[in-house]
């Protein structure tokens, strides 16, 4: 999720389209709209591939239960962190990039036109 949103970020950077806190929220939203079919079909995969293990009760099922319960709760851990969380710490986190940079003093400093 991190290289997705970095990537947008960059690319809205060099076109020149950062330039509020809006154009960033945007730029995240773009870049992490490209990782959500990924991460759904894998979580979705796995979680098709663990669901026989759950269920199981033949021989050797509680050891496999309990290899397979901790992958479960893994994987929607991720799921909920990759979607949710990693995008509101990067805009928190590159919101004080575009806070503290230093504003275009060149429109400031020209005089107004009568």
């Given at each position: ?27 995240i ?21 663990l ?9 050797g ?23 949710l ?5 990067y805009?928190l ?19 107004p036109?009568?």
């Amino acid at each position: 999720m991190l290289l997705f949103l970095d990537l947008a970020h960059d690319q809205a950077k060099r076109e020149g389209r950062l330039n509020s806190l809006a154009d960033l929220r945007e730029a995240i939203i773009h870049g992490a709209v490209k990782r959500v079919r990924p991460k759904a079909m894998t979580v979705c995969a796995a979680f098709l591939g663990l669901l026989p293990i759950m269920w199981s009760s033949g021989t050797g099922a509680d050891l496999m239960k309990r290899i397979a319960a901790p992958m479960v709760g893994g994987l929607a851990t991720s799921f909920i962190l990759e979607l949710l969380v990693y995008p509101a710490v990067y805009y928190l986190w590159k919101q004080r990039e575009i806070e503290k940079a230093p504003k275009d003093l060149s429109l400031e400093l020209t005089p107004p036109l009568h």
